[in-house]
């Protein structure tokens, strides 16, 4: 991927790491779900 | 000779004695050469690389390693799970032992020892996060020194103060949380004034974030791998309460292990994706890179967590022994390995052999010296005198 601007990389970078904060906020709950239910 | 003193004799040279004793004879002569020949007769360091093994495993890896001590409290005492109670002494005893080493081994790379009040009381260089490493290490060492001084108390008979001191358990708890915090983040935060000399993979605006938590899931893992080692040395100094409480301590800290550590390669990920860092993954470093995240955070937490699911605590301590490796891994590869990544072959640094026997020397110290507290005070059973005070 190539930048031009800065404009251009933080759009890119920062599009990026909300699709990964989005993934973890989905993940974790599940995850600790997942640790969890067969818990007493 | 008599029988007495034969079997005295037999009793003392132990395995563990004799060999224990080799390593501190050897390290007490390499003390020797450091503190006349200087310290450029026992290392390689040089002026590209002032920092080496005794920063990057002594100092890096025994403070995150010792956070087992502010984790296990604040679980206990903050949180109010009373079913780690009887971890949380072993956890202190380590945390103390540990930072109490760190200090020791920091004059081996500063030199002049009786300058160490210098930059608390004398010449603070409060712009620098040194500083307030150093002023949250003194703190946290009182912090935990007095927060191990009951299991002396109660050695000696000290009724009175030991009371006094019990008294002070929650507050010493809370600011040994605070301390913990400032200065494990800050341990990280020093690397952030290098990023041309740290790889890129490694290098982060959220270094002191990434330290932090690392810190978390570094001291559950200890406490674990620790509490698995006395069980199969120490096994009967420890009373029934322990016995019984201790796999509730590995399946609790392993779970909770499990999940910081997911946090973790989130919060990893996310520091790729903010420096756009993706491409370095295809190279040398980056094969290493992943050998560090995936092999010794993924699988460990993976680990945990099927243990955890399934109560399967031989899972957890395995676990626990890995992430222990892969905390050593991760400070050495910010401290040692990656930094510097730039340099010709020629002028890497690679300890030498009179720094790992040291290094060596001071971990059989801080053993002997635990191995010394635990035979003797009540850290791994409840004294019978003070029982109804839990």
Request: charged share 10%.
């Given at each position: 991927m190539e930048f031009f601007t800065l404009h251009d990389f933080m759009t890119y970078s920062k599009g990026i790491t909300y699709l990964i904060m989005g993934a973890i906020l989905v993940f974790m709950p599940l995850y600790w779900l997942y640790l969890t239910d067969r818990d007493d | 000779m008599t029988k007495e003193n034969i079997t005295a004799e037999k009793q003392f040279l132990t395995p563990f004695n004799v060999v224990a004793g080799i390593i501190l004879l050897v390290g007490a002569a390499i003390t020797l050469l450091r503190f006349t020949k200087g310290i450029g007769a026992v290392t390689n360091l040089d002026n590209n690389n002032p920092w080496g093994l005794w920063i990057g495993f002594d100092l890096m890896c025994g403070v995150a390693l010792a956070a087992g001590g502010y984790v296990t409290s604040s679980a206990c005492?903050?949180?109010?799970?009373?079913?780690?109670h009887s971890a949380v002494r072993p956890a202190i005893l380590t945390a103390f032992l540990g930072y109490a080493l760190v200090v020791f081994a920091l004059h081996y790379d500063?030199?002049?020892?009786?300058?160490?009040?210098y930059p608390i009381f004398?010449?603070?260089?409060?712009?620098?996060l040194l500083f307030e490493v150093g002023l949250c290490v003194f703190l946290y060492l009182t912090v935990l020194f007095v927060e191990s001084t009951p299991a002396a108390f109660e050695w000696l008979g000290f009724k009175k103060i030991r009371a006094w001191v019990i008294r002070l358990t929650l507050v010493l708890t809370i600011f040994g949380v605070v301390l913990s915090t400032l200065h494990q983040s800050s341990l990280g935060a020093l690397?952030?004034?290098?990023p041309s000399k740290l790889h890129p993979l490694w290098y982060s605006g959220y270094l002191h974030v990434y330290f932090f938590i690392s810190s978390m899931f570094a001291g559950m893992s200890m406490v674990i791998f620790e509490g698995t080692l006395a069980h199969k040395w120490?096994?009967?100094?420890?009373d029934e309460t322990h016995l019984a409480e201790a796999e509730g301590v590995v399946l609790g800290f392993g779970k909770a292990a499990s999940f910081v550590m997911m946090g973790y390669i989130g919060i990893k990920l996310i520091g790729l994706a903010v420096d756009n860092n993706?491409?370095?993954?295809?190279?040398g470093w980056g094969f290493w890179f992943l050998v560090e995240?995936?092999?010794?955070?993924l699988f460990p937490a993976i680990l945990y967590g099927m243990g955890a699911r399934e109560k399967n605590t031989t899972f957890i301590r395995i676990a626990a022994f890995w992430t222990v490796l892969g905390i050593i891994l991760n400070r050495l590869n910010i401290s040692?390995?990656?930094?510097?990544?730039?340099?010709p072959s020629a002028d890497r640094y690679v300890p030498s052999f009179m720094e790992v026997g040291t290094t060596i020397f001071i971990v059989t110290l801080g053993v002997v010296v635990y191995k010394f507290i635990v035979t003797r005070m009540p850290i791994l059973y409840e004294h019978p005198d003070y029982k109804e005070h839990h």
């Open positions: - | 005492y903050v949180f109010g799970l009373k079913k780690y500063v030199g002049r020892p009786w300058r160490l009040p004398y010449s603070q260089g409060t712009s620098s690397f952030q004034i290098v120490l096994h009967h100094k420890m993706w491409h370095y993954l295809t190279t995240l995936v092999g010794f955070v040692v390995i990656a930094f510097n990544y730039h340099l």
